[in-house]
């Protein structure tokens, strides 16, 4: 399988503090994404970093990616009960064909 | 941004009957849509690419005659989930890329709840 495997599995924090998720991959690819998932509900694009980028931010999100070992991480600062939800990382890719494989995925639960 | 709806957002069936979810892009065309099928705390995993105009694709081990799909405008995309039974319960979730962008973002359904008694 070509999914990628994102730890931990589940995080549980409270608010104000840091949370950080792991994600890593088989295959070369184009870019890789990551998206949040509230219980029941379709998916919300995050950010996106392409391959020959390292590190990118967005608000409070902050990616990083080393494609020699083939890892993502995805860093929320200062977090809020509403980022509780499951984030899932997603890679294109790089067959020419703009497909999403999903990691498995992480949830956050941040008590108030 | 672009707004992808799904309808409808659940469904429950007998176990022999057929249940069509559709999906559609409401601000923009989608000449390819993906279904993704999601079992409870899992990933999505893709089942079939929705070509407009053409047969869509099947992912393995996926049905093509169980898991019909028909993608007839460039807005609209049906996946119907023929006699199901208990093990199809699932999420079913649809996405389409915006035309502009060569990313592989995606734009989201709401998702559809598939319950099969």
């Known amino acids: 399988s070509q999914q990628g495997e994102e730890d931990p599995q589940a995080l549980s924090i409270q608010e104000g503090e840091n949370a950080t998720m792991n994600c890593s991959y088989k295959t070369s690819i184009n870019n890789l994404q990551w998206y949040r998932q509230n219980s029941g509900r379709g998916l919300v694009h995050l950010i996106l970093?392409?391959?020959?980028?390292r590190e990118k931010h967005s608000g409070r999100l902050r990616v990083t990616l080393d494609t020699s070992k083939k890892s993502s991480s995805l860093l929320i600062t200062a977090s809020r009960a509403a980022d509780t939800a499951s984030y899932f990382c997603?890679?294109?890719?790089?067959?020419?064909?703009?497909?999403?494989?999903f990691g498995t995925g992480t949830r956050l639960l941040v008590s108030p | 941004g672009a707004v992808v709806s799904q309808h409808p957002s659940w469904v429950i069936c007998k176990s022999g009957t057929s249940v069509k979810i559709e999906c559609r892009s409401l601000?923009?065309?989608?000449?390819?849509m993906f279904w993704y099928r999601q079992f409870p705390k899992q990933s999505l995993m893709l089942m079939a690419t929705?070509?407009?105009?053409?047969?869509?694709?099947?992912e393995q081990g996926v049905e093509k005659d169980k898991f019909l799909i028909n993608h007839a405008s460039l807005t609209l995309s049906t996946l119907t989930v023929t006699s199901a039974h208990p093990e199809d319960s699932s999420f079913y979730i649809c996405?389409?890329?915006?035309?502009?962008?060569?990313?592989?973002?995606?734009?989201f359904g709401e998702g559809s709840r598939l319950t099969v008694l």
């Open positions: 929705s070509n407009e105009g053409s047969k869509a694709t099947y």
């Open positions: 970093i392409r391959s020959n980028e």
């Open positions: 996405s389409a890329p915006p035309v502009e962008a060569n990313t592989g973002e995606l734009f």
């Open positions: 997603a890679t294109v890719l790089n067959t020419g064909f703009q497909k999403l494989v």
């Open positions: 601000d923009f065309q989608a000449t390819t």
